[in-house]
């Protein structure tokens, strides 16, 4: 058994213990759905113990020096390192990815975690002048006390990470709540790290719970002044609203449609590699997933018949073997909703070039060829491995089908003008776009995130230190002020 898979209690206050419901999680292998751990999940009271206790932590912790905090933080990468193999297994165990996927996520993770360990050195602050004689502005940037996060399920422990590293590196406490299905990748194993690393107690609190039996008092509670959320439009829209009738601030890291755009001047073995990787990089299950490629005209023919064919030799099965490119999806239900969504497609007339098997949560690629741009599977987001290859004649038309989409989060194009491509990628309506590479990238030094659907906010980078903190003003008035209301000093 991998011993992270002990890590089945709810970790508040410091201490690790039972949840206080009734309920029960089954935390299952999505490829074989042999039992990984179970949980006792936690209940409201549980939720209320963990911000208070991040509440009461985040005093001591913003009273720790700087140096200390980074060095903290440092710990928290060494101790990842030294149980490397641990953390790839439980990946490939308890979300189904490949030893390929769980290398990336791993990799992705320590990055964040350096980036963020250079936060408690930059809560720096500045003096301006003022309209008023004799007053000095100081302006501190400052702890916004403590973080909600809730995290999903594809890419859990870089995209929990993602929000928990940078938060604690500007000084905050955490109230973490990872997806159900992967409560260990998502949560508990972030707990664990940081509980090693030497954080205060109650600092950095996890909650498994049953969302139906919390309701939204995770956002509603009186303590946190930042809830950062990962996962579906439908929900984020639901949180964002919450969040904004209790004068929180929310970041939103939403759903996407991305596309992928062909130039006919393109290397087309770089495009098709390109798009590959951007469709089928975890079965499909990335938020920055190409769900559309546009394709030129004039290499149309030729671009299909060689993405068709290594579409066609990606291996799927036990993402336990070496050779394994596609896993298992996460659970039946995401597996009987893309089949569904497969369907679809066929119904609507789109032409089906490669038709993958669905066996189980298993699926196998599926490529619609000469999609029309307003059929269903050309507007929606398909979590799992199938793509839409869209024809189209001019660069200006590939524009207006890439727009054509209430998500606007990632993009690429393909050219060997980088420059007219990185043109073109100014007129994406989205908030990142790839020149002459894929859709899925992320770098700890770089602002990312979404227009339109995909989100609200920017995480990464001096980004993050800004969403995760706020500032102060203390003015200081160095000579005596005149007021228009002014006591007249009586001789004596």
């Known amino acids: 058994m991998n011993p992270l898979a002990k890590l089945n209690q709810q970790y508040i206050g410091g201490v690790w213990r039972d949840g206080k419901s009734a ?6 292998n999505p490829y074989n759905g042999n039992q990984i751990a179970e949980f006792k999940l936690a209940n409201r009271a549980d939720l209320d113990d963990a911000y208070r206790a991040a509440a009461s932590a985040q005093k001591i912790w913003a009273e720790v020096n700087p140096f200390e905090k980074r060095t ?24 189904g990815g490949t030893h390929l996927k769980a290398a990336i996520e791993i990799f992705l993770v320590k990055t964040f975690i350096k980036e963020a360990s250079t936060y408690p050195l930059r809560m720096t602050g500045e003096i301006l002048p003022s309209t008023v004689d004799g007053k000095e502005n100081r302006l501190y940037r400052v702890p916004a006390g403590v973080v909600g996060v809730i995290s999903p399920f594809n890419f859990p422990f870089n995209l929990s990470m993602r929000s928990v590293a940078p938060a604690l590196g500007c000084g905050n406490g955490v109230v973490l709540k990872p997806h159900d299905d992967t409560p260990i990748t998502g949560g508990t194993l972030i707990a664990k790290i940081f509980e090693e690393a030497g954080i205060p107690k109650g600092l950095l609190n996890v909650i498994v719970a049953d969302i139906g039996e919390l309701g939204d008092s995770f956002i509603e509670h009186p303590v946190p002044r930042i809830i950062s959320f990962t996962g579906s ?22 759903g996407g449609n991305s596309a992928l755009v062909v130039l006919d001047d393109a290397d087309l073995n ?3 590699n390109a798009a590959v990787f951007s469709r089928f990089a975890h079965q499909g ?21 060689r993405f068709v064919d290594r579409v066609s030799k990606l291996r799927v099965g036990d993402p336990r073997e070496g050779g394994t490119e596609l896993g298992p999806l996460i659970n039946e239900r995401q597996a009987e909703t893309f089949r569904k969504q497969i369907q679809r497609g066929i119904d609507e007339g789109a032409k089906v070039v490669l038709k993958g098997k669905i066996e189980g949560t298993l699926a196998a690629p599926t490529v619609f060829a000469d999609v029309k ?6 507007q929606n987001e398909m979590f799992g491995p ?16 890439a727009n054509d989409s209430p998500y606007g989060l ?21 908030g990142m776009v790839h020149v002459n590479d894929g859709t899925i990238n992320d770098d700890p030094l770089i602002a990312f995130g979404g227009e339109k659907a995909s989100g609200v906010g920017r995480l990464n980078g001096k980004w993050a230190l800004e969403e995760f903190t706020t500032l102060k003003w203390i003015s200081v008035q160095h000579k005596a002020r005149h007021y228009p209301f002014e006591l007249v000093a009586k001789a004596s």
């Open 23 to 28: 309920k029960v999680l089954s935390d299952k």
């Open 72 to 95: 903290v933080l440092e710990r928290a990468i060494t101790w990842i390192e030294q149980n490397e193999k641990d953390i790839a297994d439980i990946i490939v165990e308890e979300l």
């Open 233 to 254: 439009e439908q929900v984020g829209r639901h949180i964002g609203a919450v969040a904004g009738r209790s004068l929180k601030k929310a970041i939103l890291e939403l």
């Open 270 to 272: 770089t495009a098709v």
């Open 285 to 305: 299950q990335v938020c920055m997933c190409s769900n559309r490629i546009l394709v030129q005209r004039g290499v149309y023919g030729k671009f299909l018949d």
């Open 373 to 378: 741009p307003s059929m269903w599977i050309a």
């Open 386 to 401: 199938a793509v839409c290859v869209i024809p189209f004649d001019t660069p200006e038309e590939a524009i207006e089908i």
């Open 410 to 430: 990632s993009g690429a194009i393909h050219t060997r003008d980088v420059e007219r491509g990185a043109e073109l990628a100014k007129q994406f309506d989205s």
